[in-house]
């Protein structure tokens, strides 16, 4: 069993020095969702099918070095090919056990700080949950900042050279070619890729000066994504505060901060019941003198095609060994 919030007296005798409570509950700041809404939920998924998905996809046909016919010769047949990925749902949750003598007594109700808490702690585990799978190596293509200007390629998941610089408007001008050119990665909303980078390598941009503020793109009506800053190079930027989703110090003296850049179908969510408050007012019996409160909930993120394949790919990573 996990602890209980209980009530306790600040003194065990005499006078107590302190008369005044502050009227207002101090609350840690709450962190934000900026990885769960850009995961794609898979509707044909519900409840009673197991605990997985497969997903199916055919891959491309290679191109042809002339398709052109000629009367006496047979159409040449090639060969569909599929390729396939398996996202797994899993169960989350925690909670916050309390006694009805300190819901009782306390000027401050523990069910509405509870609630606040746990709402903060299910934000941060999803989105870390989320993070996991746009940045693992089901994610093949990875870019690695070299020199102000360049950088290495790598296409198994896996990053093995070490970034020497930060994040650059070269570098993202390398990158959004290579998604339109070779990898032909469709945009997510509109003409634009999703950026999502740590503060440190938005830092490089901002020192770079090239980032176009959300109101100069936007027009009236459109979306706005929390955590938006602006644009460069048809990718819209989103600030990444969380350290345990991406990193601010990899590489050579912690040099590189972490980001990623994705198209449409990147990565796929499926759920039974996605993550909620659950009140539990009779936790352990005992004639309702303990309540609880929890989250949980039954959802799993995997990467849509863990390829590095031409009209596959859809992320590229930006990281170091």
Sequence with gaps: MGQTFTWENDATTGVYKNHAL??????????????????????SFTK?????????????????????????IRVPIDQLTMGKQTV???????????????????KFDPETAAQKALKDQMSQAMDVAAATEFVSTDAKVIFIPTSLTGGTWDTDGTASTQALANVTADHISTIRDYMVKDLHVPFFTGDHYIGLFSTKALRGLRNDRVIDTWHMYLRKGEKIYR?????????RFVEISNESA????????DVLGEGLIFGDDAVARIEVDYPALRAQLNYTGDFGRRQAVAWVGT????VKFPVATDRLARIVRITSS
């Design 22 to 43: 502050s009227r207002e509950l101090l609350m840690a700041s709450a962190r934000q969702w900026k990885f769960v809404p850009f995961t794609k939920l898979d509707k």
């Design 48 to 72: 009673g099918m197991g605990q997985s998905i497969t997903l199916v996809y055919y891959n491309p046909l290679s191109d042809p070095t002339s398709a052109k016919l000629t009367e006496d």
């Design 88 to 106: 797994t749902l899993y169960e989350w949750g925690r909670g916050v056990e309390f006694t009805s003598f300190a819901q009782d007594l306390s």
């Design 227 to 235: 955590g938006e800053i602006g644009q460069y190079e048809s990718c």
């Design 246 to 253: 991406l990193s601010s110090g990899v590489g050579s003296a």
């Design 299 to 302: 959802v799993g993120f995997g």
